[in-house]
């Protein structure tokens, strides 16, 4: 990849409905792609100064797969709250590729063992 492409993971997040005192939050995952590995990515809330807080973690697998890990506690979610996802890849300020092309992937956090209660979840 490399020429200025970037992956983009935009989240957010919605207290569960029984929380009145949350409000809306918006996350982003911004991550360099260099010829073989990320080559560099921050992560920030609301649109405030970029972090690279503990537990987030993004790696460029075979070339083509990107891999991310962002804890819970990283987002401020708990159970109930619905996440709201989507990816890009862009190159310079041209979109290349967006999931979903319209909208939102929603999902919402629910404990583990109702993970383990679905047919294709891995334990």
């Known amino acids: 990849m490399g020429d200025d492409t970037r992956f983009i993971l935009s989240i957010t997040t919605r207290p569960a409905f029984e929380d009145t005192t949350g409000r809306e939050r918006s996350y982003r995952l911004e991550a360099a792609l260099g010829p073989a590995a990320i080559a560099d990515w921050t992560f ?9 807080p503990d537990g987030v973690m993004v790696v460029l697998r075979r070339d083509s797969v990107i891999e991310c890990k962002i804890p819970l506690a990283a987002l401020d979610a708990s159970q109930g709250t619905l996440l709201g996802v989507r990816f890009s890849v862009r190159r310079g ?31």
């Open 44 to 52: 920030s809330e609301n649109g405030n100064k970029p972090q690279k």
């Open 93 to 123: 300020q041209l979109p290349l590729d967006t999931l979903p092309p319209d909208g939102l992937i929603e999902l919402q956090v629910v404990p583990q063992e109702d993970l383990t209660a679905v047919a294709y979840a891995k334990p």
